[in-house]
């Protein structure tokens, strides 16, 4: 039902980690741009990080930038967010998405996974 399948959320303490995996099912992107995004409570949908299918280009917000990664395994058709120093502002709904010309922009990606929900403590 849903072309994106989301995994790894939970609840950890701050300075802890975790790692999310969005799957594709149904189809293979390859060419797209690989996403991540997440909203908070009462707050509007924000970019996270970015990888372009190649690998060869990657983006990130300037909050998350030196502690989170984003990757992919194109093998197995799968996007990773891998998350350290986590923070309680990073608490939020994690959604990853796909797009064929995409950057940092929720306009400019196709397929949306159901979000996962991320919960860091104080």
């Known amino acids: 039902q849903v072309p994106l399948v989301e995994s790894g959320g939970g609840l950890v303490q701050a300075g802890g980690s975790l790692r999310l995996s969005c799957a594709a099912s149904g189809r293979t992107f390859s060419s797209y741009t690989m996403g991540w995004f997440r909203q908070a409570p009462g707050k509007e949908r924000e970019f996270v990080a970015a990888?372009?299918?190649?690998?060869?280009?990657?983006y990130y917000a300037d909050s998350v930038k030196g502690r989170f990664t984003i990757s992919r395994d194109n093998a197995k058709n799968t996007v990773y967010l891998q998350m350290n120093s986590l923070k309680p502002e990073d608490t939020a709904v994690y959604y990853c998405?796909?797009?064929?010309?995409?950057?940092?922009?929720?306009?400019?990606?196709?397929?949306w996974g159901q979000g996962t929900q991320v919960t860091v403590s104080s």
């Open positions: 998405a796909a797009g064929r010309w995409a950057i940092a922009t929720i306009a400019q990606y196709d397929y």
């Open positions: 990888r372009s299918w190649s690998g060869a280009t990657t």
